[in-house]
T-cell receptor, first 115, second 112 residues
Framework: NAGVTQTPKFQVLKTGQSMTLQCAQDMNHNSMYWYRQDPGMGLRLIYYSASEGTTDKGEVPNGYNVSRLNKREFSLRLESAAPSQTSVYFC??????????????FGSGTRLTVV | DAKTTQPPSMDCAEGRAANLPCNHSTISGNEYVYWYRQIHSQGPQYIIHGLKNNETNEMASLIITEDRKSSTLILPHATLRDTAVYYCIVMDRGSTLGRLYFGRGTQLTVWP
């Protein structure tokens, strides 16, 4: 099925450990995004990528790095995890401005707990 | 800055219309109104969007006031599966790649 695939779905880390969240889309979208969602809150943008080879900071980029590996894949890395990064992480993709817009497609999320 | 104001919660009887309001009094001329919903623990799902005309699709209708300062999402025959958090977002499609800024949304509970 076409869509956005995130891995892993669940992860528990110890403080100071590192990990990479993976995201891949098969819709030929140019733009990709990483959001985090804390309990009772809306989504906050961490980083986004307009196209392959470009990335930019969103609202809450501190403590994260991203890589747009190719058009399909956009990964989020936590170099030294902190309890404040306990959250649900969503990846999304969309077609670029000027193209027919069919909304954003989100992945099913990665639930990360840092202890 | 989510730029929109929504009631934190609403409820609706199954089979009745659910009307979810959104205030976006500072919307600019080239900003669209988008609605998404998030069913418990899942990724947000696109519902509908519009600029100034009313819009309808298979999921819902969007009514935008003439001054564009507010809008209403209408689910014509709500079902239990429509229980979700609904987000109203304004976005300029022509800038910043369409980054979405989500507020806390409205928790809609549909009861039997």
């Amino acid at each position: 099925n076409a869509g956005v695939t995130q891995t892993p779905k669940f992860q528990v880390l110890k403080t100071g450990q590192s990990m990479t969240l993976q995201c891949a889309q098969d819709m030929n979208h140019n733009s990709m995004y990483w959001y985090r969602q804390d309990p009772g809150m809306g989504l906050r943008l961490i980083y986004y990528s307009a196209s392959e080879g470009t990335t930019d900071k969103g609202e809450v980029p501190n403590g994260y790095n991203v890589s747009r590996l190719n058009k399909r894949e956009f990964s989020l890395r936590l170099e030294s995890a902190a309890p404040s990064q306990t959250s649900v992480y969503f990846c999304a993709s969309s077609s670029p401005s000027g193209q027919p817009f069919y909304g954003y497609t989100f992945g099913s999320g990665t639930r990360l707990t840092v202890v | 800055d989510a730029k929109t104001t929504q009631p934190p919660s609403m409820d609706c009887a199954e089979g009745r219309a659910a009307n979810l309001p959104c205030n976006h009094s500072t919307i600019s001329g080239n900003e669209y109104v988008y609605w998404y919903r998030q069913i418990h623990s899942q990724g947000p799902q696109y519902i509908i969007h519009g600029l100034k005309n009313n819009e309808t699709n298979e999921m819902a209708s969007l009514i935008i006031t003439e001054d564009r300062k507010s809008s209403t999402l209408i689910l014509p025959h709500a079902t239990l599966r429509d229980t979700a958090v609904y987000y109203c977002i304004v976005m300029d499609r022509g800038s910043t790649l369409g980054r979405l800024y989500f507020g806390r949304g409205t928790q809609l509970t549909v009861w039997p």
